[in-house]
């Protein structure tokens, strides 16, 4: 019985925190793999997470239609050392306009047109449900000009290292299986933010305070 009822308390918990982060977050995509990454649609909001190493250029694709919408968005995570961490982010497809090559890492699709996005602040972007603070960069909307395969490249000019947050799409599009991922996403994004000494002290207290009830409760028993 005793655990009928922790277990309802625990899926009502996560439940109030459902819509908290469904009215704020992306759905997260994790990795560090080489090769183009597949945007799944254009529709759901989608956030990359990536560590980009100096002088690695970041390749993304998916398939659009003419006309269709298009949205992303750059954010650096608010990490020490990062406060002025830019990159540069071009869009390549079928009916856009001619770019200056010079501007483009060489590895790039030099028979497409595209849109090149330098970097500028924009305005910050606090995460409520994981706690964690964003610096806003560039965005880019727009409907797409024609039916293909289009690029997206992400890079930073001057060849150091650092992490940025891409995010697609615009509709949030949870589950209810999301009652389940939402701690895994929250220990994945502090981990991405460089916070894993504070999640094992606070697994260590958490240890702790567990083991002294439940040895309490023995003691009463």
């Known amino acids: 019985m005793k655990s009928f009822r922790f277990l309802l308390l ?6 109030t925190f459902i819509p908290v982060a ?27 997470y990536r560590n980009l190493p100096a002088d690695k250029v970041d390749v993304y694709t998916f398939e659009g239609k003419a006309g269709q919408e298009f949205r992303a968005g750059m954010q650096i995570p608010a990490v020490r050392g990062l406060e002025d961490y ?27 047109g595209a849109l090149v996005s330098q970097s ?32 997206i490249l992400v890079w930073q000019p001057q060849g150091v290292a650092g ?25 994945r994004v502090h981990l991405f933010f460089g916070h894993g000494a504070y999640l094992l002290v ?3 207290a958490i240890l702790v305070v567990g083991g002294f009830f439940i040895l309490r409760q023995r003691r009463k028993k």
């Open 10 to 15: 625990l899926t009502f918990t996560l439940a």
């Open 22 to 48: 469904s009215a704020s977050a992306h759905q997260p995509i994790w990795g560090d793999e080489n090769g183009p990454i597949t945007i799944p649609n254009l529709i759901t909001s989608y956030a990359f």
């Open 86 to 112: 830019a990159v540069t982010m071009a869009i390549f497809g079928p009916g856009l306009p001619e770019v200056d090559h010079n501007q483009l890492p060489p590895e790039h699709p030099e028979e497409l």
């Open 120 to 151: 500028w602040k924009s305005e910050d972007f606090f995460e409520p449900f994981t706690q964690t603070l964003y610096w806003g960069r560039q965005s880019v909307e727009l409907n797409l000009p024609a039916d293909g395969t289009y690029y």
């Open 163 to 187: 992490k940025y947050v891409m995010d697609t799409g615009y509709t949030e599009d949870f589950g209810i299986e999301v009652i389940f991922l939402m701690p895994v996403w929250w220990v």
């Open 202 to 204: 606070g697994a260590g």
